[in-house]
């Protein structure tokens, strides 16, 4: 069901509305009006059980004996008559209601039963809900404020979703303040019904909203965040400011909404496959939000700098290489039409100083002539207010040039009392102008990831043909024994059976039986214990390398059959694994765990002393894509180990991506492994492969697992 | 000599004062007169050839005409006839001259030559000279306006100087516009005479001036600069924003100033080292210099924070986590006291929620009891514009309490259009508030480094009893034969005079005389090619290891110099070195290179892969203390392989950080020195040392060691 009627309705009913001035049920009738929604064709009804009027409308006891069609509801009222409202509004075929009445999940158990029950009463009569525990809901096209907010906000390319209705008042009030304009504003609240996937379906298509911005704390579904945001991000720039990111911030996050954060190195994963720019802050946010809202996109990331000062033209310099985009490198014409033009003293190579004398002509003539410069992806015009500088006309300057330009213009003025006169300029013209060059150099490097993002193809998962039937029954028995843990030797089925690349082994049940496979696929050999009740084989002495001969497996055989009994009495002991020994190469750690929202989060890098010590790794969830996986295999610090350094061989990444897409598609057909761990996998050099030697699996309980 | 006479001068010659108000000399005496400067005992002289009036003040044709005495002149006359004023200046009796003048150094060869000798004037008359080519110099205690920025800047605690003179007229156009409030201002300019290291010096002791910032594109005297940055921030915190750190960046300081900009890893580890307070952008400058000029000291690292929003209560636990800094933990009393005074929907621990409903009292009083537990050492209040909030009256609970409060307060007042009446009374009380959470954590961060760095006694450098004239001979030997090299034979004796843990070894001539050493140190042991004229010995086949008898040795000396001698023809070969086998450990290389800026840059790193992959390295400025150098091993991001990973023990970090010492010893010794490497030192575990394997060293050519 579309949820238009949420920011376009013919007639909004608010229950619980109020002629005490300090109640929200008055501010939102007062909203609905002063924002301009009343007109011939669209109406307010407030409902309230005294009859009279409200800011001069007739109240109405029900939203029942309202005479008209209502599209959306405003529900205000205590929580423990929101529900019979919802059945009110059920019965007069409103689709469309906005919660605003805290005392829901957020405030306990009962709360979390009364929101149930509400949302059952949602899908019994197909109506849509925005909170409970929210501000409302703002769409300044329409004009619709149905919301508490104290004012409306100006009009913009901007649409803004916030779990926080708290924060939604701070977003507000910098927009009141001029730092924002916006086309929507939705405060999601308890996101009992409409979340985030919503209203990005929602916003993807609105011509109005050129840009989505989106405060969230938590993503419960975080599987159809990305696959709707991923494709929503295609067609327009998705920004998040996330929270809860570092350890004591997810406990806040818990405390606060009772959702469950995702883990950091999920929720990066997932916006980096689902293409949403991350904003470290709000402040970054809102000159992101400038930025792609106001300029034409960014096409390649060469940058050039014009400058009336040399200080601030290095602090950008600066900051656009540190964040990777690049100085502009002029053609020679370029450079001599410049120097032709600027005084002696002037610099005509980027960063370009037209120098502390620059009136707003000079300014003129460099920018003009850099525009010509096929080798420019995008400009920052610096000005710092120098004696005789000209501070308005200059911004004017930029402001009219950018109307035209093909490429991103951005100021960036530096002061405040006399510079402030551009910088209303630049606003009134809603051309982006960051009073520090950092800030304008974070904008352009969230462009250049943004047009990356989108250069790339929507993901295409291939799948592996794989013997899925062999998985279910080794699972189907661990789980009839009562085991969650899978080892080695039952591990090694499963990899057999999604083509993972093993080496040759056996399992042996005596000393004997041991020399002779052993004698079989020839030496060395390794032998492994094996145990159902062993998890950490090397702990307990259960492992022995390079046997070079059938009595030295014997002997092998024995002392760790011995050793496992002595460490773990009771353990089961099935006998030893005989494994072909295989050569040195580099190890490799390929996992996995279920965050609790993103599920199956696989993880790659290096193993022993990198993954141990320098944790360094990378993510993804599955499923993902081919080019993914290859992302994955390059986002780690020691990628440069992969392709051979001290005059070693580059190693066998095609095999190694194989195996995280084999991993990825195991993950994504099981969604009862809770855990997986292949450590060591051993890869060789370019063509040779490697060996998975060693997964370990852990299955959700049975229980978890169905739910 | 003192520079006071810049700051607070009995009287001021303006050297081209002109009654065209476009020019720069009717500026400057305009600002003296504008800033307040006149009064019956400070006169101010306009110096112009022709007779008349400036400004209503009598010009005279020379300082030397001036009838009363002369404490500072601004010079602002064309560059040619500086030299002249200078002179002029001199038989005055004139000891301060700013030099607003451009076309020195920064202007190319000649401008070079009429800097030298303009400065060649100021010591023969002993005139301290600040500048040329900047914007002058401001007092608002005195107060002085001797520059020609557009107004004066506000009052207040900071002092400020700008090697940029156009970023000065952003600064001052910041304060001006209620950002900054200054107590001195000085554009430093070409920096001929007076630098950032004198200023500091002058402003340590001043009572007016809290905070000491800085802008500073490059500091050609490093040395003097550390060691007097390092005395004056135990006094007062120095804040710098140090420009042209990427490759790019650092290209654009060379073309601005003519001045060599240091490497980023120098200016990190002077930094460090000299306590100064690094800021990655202006932004970061300012918010960290109100909270340095106007909070009381941070004592430790356990923040709280009220808030009545969840959603930037979390941002802002992110935000601190992320910095290392912690949430306090509150007493239990603490959190009853709170429980009983908020309402059930609150949160009474930290971060304590007020909730959406809190008007100021309740702001009040949560602040107020945090206040009294023992476990907070900072409080950052965040505000966002809700229905009922207080706006301008929490602002005022806050401020009122930060006038009285040991620990420091700050607010994040979130917001634009009804927010702004609340941030103007932090404003104008002289309390920080930050717009955004992450903005304040940063301060509390700034806060918290400079407490550590000021507990950090000053450091004392240990001097170890070496042989200075060993290295003294092996250094003329090598020079005299033409050679700047120095490899693993002579590096030997270098290594010995310092103390160096080596292993045992000697240089062999032949085949029998290197089996007849090996014999006597003892097997295994190790050949290596011994040749001045091959310094990679590997590259040419000149190592064998694990040698384990006489006739080994033997097959292994014939084998290497034969391979030597077919590589490099031309080479002078002296033998091989036979050394004794050294068990495995952990390998670390210790290396220095000169630093343009600051001398001696000592690198610290685990070697190999570490060392060549993940540049995993720390850096200090020698001479260093022992502190100092503990400190450089535990900034690797490997450094718990020091510690002991993977069942392996801790390594004798002792006698590391002695060695890396004796290191700091010999390159301050012998500033000869352009480069030197160990690579490797082999570590073992806590008492069993280490060996310094291999030492390479590069002299600087003779002419610039003298120079």
Known sequence: MSIEAFFNPRAVAVIGASTNPIKLGYSIVENLIKGGYLSDTRKVYPINPKPGTILDLPTHPSVQDVPGPIDLAVIVIPDKFVADAMISCGEKGINAVVIISAGFRESGREGLERELEVIDIAKQYGIRVVGPNCLGVIDTTTPLNASFSAGSPPKGPMAFMSQSGALGTAILDWAMGG?????????????????????????????VSKVILAYIEALPDGQEFIKVAREVSKKKPVIAVKSGITQSGARAVVSHTGSLAGSEQAYKAAFRQAGVIRADSLQDMFDYARGFSYLPPLKGDRIAIVTNAGGPGILATDALERSGLKLARFENECIKDLEKFLPDAASAANPVDVIGDAR???YSFAIK?????PNVDGILVILTPQAVTDIKETAQVVVDLAKTSKIPLMGCWMGKARVNEGSEVFKANNVPNCPFPERAAKVFKAMSTYRQYRAEPIPE????????????????????????????YESREIMKAYKLPIPEAELAASADEAAEIATKIGFPVVLKISSPDILHKTDVGGVKVDLKSASEVQDAFDMITYRAKRYVPDAKIWGCIVQKMVPEGLEILIGMNQDPQFGPLVTFGLGGIFVEVLKDVSFRIAPFSRREAEQMIYEIRTRSLLEGVRGKPPADKKVLIDTIMRVGQLVTDFPEIAELDINPFILYEENKGGFAIDMRLVLKPEKEAAA
């Open 179 to 207: 730092e924002l304009g916006l086309s929507k504003f939705v405060s999601l609240g308890n996101k009992a019904d409409i979340d985030e996937a919503d209203l990005l379906r929602a916003w993807a298509d609105d011509p």
């Open 360 to 362: 707003s002509d000079r």
């Open 461 to 488: 998962y291939e799948t592996f043909d794989v013997d899925k039937a062999v998985v279910r029954s080794v699972f189907d028995r661990i789980l009839s024994e009562n085991r969650l843990t899978i080892g080695d």
């Open 369 to 373: 002539r850099i525009l010509k410069d």
